[in-house]
């Protein structure tokens, strides 16, 4: 309820910060500070960037008008219950890819990674030993179309097949998961059947 209620007011606040590049609404126990976006060491809001929403503490390498190269549309990028996202330079986000974790959780995202069409890169905690928690893309890493991948760590150069699922995994570097697998606590429990 305080979430929605921090939305609402924003809205009513400042209308343009509940589209396109702009603040979290901040103010609940999990996420305090309203925080804007920064590209490149540059804070910014920027309402007309609609095909995308970058949101809260996400701290992006790239410039703002780098990443509207490689970036497509009905991408999320929600730093609102779980906040301090960081994206090196990227190499490709297409249409419909969400990042976002839950309360007391980051997402770290290294340089020159590659994801597929509508995949997620969820953060949550992992086994409990501590209360904040990181979910780690490394460098040179593929996440091809529709995969999950769910508070887990994957090492650099790794790739992670089409609808796979990766929950709770820490992946050395130069792994591969194949297409559909259904991976957890790093090993393969099944395949997806869609």
């Known amino acids: 309820m305080e979430f929605a209620s921090g939305y609402i007011d924003l809205f009513h606040t400042s209308p343009s910060q509940v589209r396109g590049v702009g603040r979290d609404p901040g103010h609940s126990d999990f996420n305090h500070d309203a925080d804007l976006p920064t590209f490149a060491g540059k804070s910014e809001a920027r309402a007309d960037f609609e095909r995308m929403r970058i949101i809260g503490a996400v701290r992006m390498d790239d ?71 990181l979910t780690r893309i490394d460098d040179d890493v593929t996440v091809r179309d529709w995969a999950v991948v769910f508070r887990s760590k994957i090492g650099r150069g790794s790739a992670i097949g089409v609808r796979a699922f990766v929950d709770g995994s820490h992946l050395a570097p130069g792994s591969v998961v194949p297409d559909r697998a259904i991976m957890i606590k790093d090993k393969i429990v099944g395949y997806v059947e869609w």
Not at 68 to 78: A, F, L
Not at 99 to 117: C, P, R, S, W, Y
């Open 63 to 133: 410039a703002l008008d780098a990443l509207s190269g490689k970036v497509g549309r009905n991408v999320s990028i929600r730093a609102d219950e779980g906040e301090h996202f960081h994206f090196g330079i990227l190499n490709r986000i297409p249409d419909g890819v969400t990042f976002h974790t839950l309360e007391h959780t980051d997402i770290d995202v290294g340089q020159n990674d590659a994801f597929g069409f509508h995949v997620v890169v969820h953060g949550g905690p992992d086994d409990g030993s501590d209360p904040h928690e």
